[in-house]
């Protein structure tokens, strides 16, 4: 098997010098497609020679202490016994590391990320909790590196959000927010309660991948789209202009509505960039035949026992439901401290994938 496997990633340090001759070839420039798909396997390929080279020289280690090990005597012995144990240490956490890189990659693997959080049980408690869901990714964003830029922010009547869209733009962007989709609860006493008494409310999170031109091609034919007056919370006009857009699919029946720029032409372009990114993740899901049956996959009906993670004001505690994981640091979470739990899901996501295939090829 490890032949076979060194075999295999001896083809794989070829097609690496393969792929950076091409990138080199004067014409991939004008080709935006072939030019984003090459490099993003340059990428890999590059990750996974490095990680491949670090098992070579773990496993000259593991030899060589063996060796020295078998021909020691007294105290120099023991001291190689442990040189050897240091070494095969190593080579199991490099063997673990390839076999993570040789697994399936996401096709949204370094993709930007369309993040949608809607207030869903609880009435404006549920969009006030939806606005600290914003404020919270928007300082996670902040902490990684990552840039944010606002598609669409309507704000409900006491100072909560309906419904915020954001395009979350770095390289693990997907990768680290991909599983923050789902129903999160809130477990809170709310501003409007007279008598301090706790209340359950929700809020939904959806995450896209952010698709390109070269990924979605629309026909204008297929469109159809409808202009009105932008409207603030409670109805209130806040603009004397048509510029708020209604984009719907024909084909798909998905809606996109956009009022947050004053300009028509802008709203269009929003509402572009999200119907082509709800596109792409439906067309990646065999089962979806439109967004909203690829929504409830995501969110289910937003019920409260729906939940994926929960916050509890009054203990201070978020709990992740999935992986069982619980930490008294509400606090630090809502601003911006999302990396233990967001680890924790990637490994056991790993894991699961480790798994399924059999330890890795």
Do not use: C
Request: aromatic share 4%.
């Amino acid at each position: 098997m490890v032949h076979s496997l060194d075999d295999t990633l001896a083809s794989l340090e070829d097609e690496l010098h393969a792929v950076e001759l091409a990138l080199s070839e004067p014409d991939v420039a004008e080709d935006l497609s072939r030019l984003r798909d090459l490099s993003r396997r340059f990428k890999d390929l590059a990750e996974i020679n490095a990680a491949w080279t670090a098992v070579k020289g773990a496993r000259e280690d593991v030899a060589t202490a063996r060796e020295l090990l078998s021909a020691a005597a007294g105290e120099e012995r023991e001291q190689w016994r442990e040189e050897l144990n240091d070494a095969e240490a190593r080579l199991a956490e490099s063997n673990l590391a390839l076999e993570t890189l040789l697994l399936p990659r996401d096709p949204n693997e370094g993709r930007n990320v369309i993040l949608e959080i809607r207030g869903a049980e609880g009435g404006e408690e549920a969009n006030l909790f939806a606005a600290d869901l914003a404020q919270m990714y928007r300082r996670y964003a902040a902490l990684r590196g990552w840039k944010v830029e606002v598609v669409e922010e309507r704000s409900s009547e006491q100072g909560g959000l309906d419904e915020a869209i954001y395009i979350v733009r770095g390289d693990d962007a997907w990768s680290r927010l991909e599983q923050e989709a789902g129903v999160h609860r809130v477990q809170r006493v709310p501003t409007t309660e007279a008598k301090g008494r706790v209340h359950t409310s929700s809020a939904t999170v959806s995450v896209l991948p952010e698709a390109e031109e070269v990924d979605v091609a629309i026909d204008p034919n297929d469109l159809k789209i409808d202009v009105y007056r932008s409207s603030g919370p409670g109805g209130q006009s806040v603009n004397t202009t048509d510029s708020a857009v209604r984009v719907t699919h024909l084909p798909t029946g998905i809606v996109v509505s956009m009022q947050d720029e004053k300009s028509q032409i802008q709203n269009r372009a929003k509402a572009l960039i999200v119907l082509r990114s709800r596109l792409l993740k439906a067309a990646q899901d065999a089962r979806a035949s439109e967004i909203g049956d690829l929504k409830r996959s995501q969110l289910g009906g937003g019920g409260r026992s729906e939940k994926i993670r929960t916050y509890n004001f009054k203990e201070n505690r978020v709990t992740d439901h999935r992986i069982n994981l619980t930490a008294y640091t509400l606090d630090a979470v809502l601003n911006g401290d999302l990396d233990p739990f967001v680890d924790a899901l990637m490994a056991d996501k790993r894991a699961r994938q480790l798994a399924e295939s059999g330890g890795g090829r």
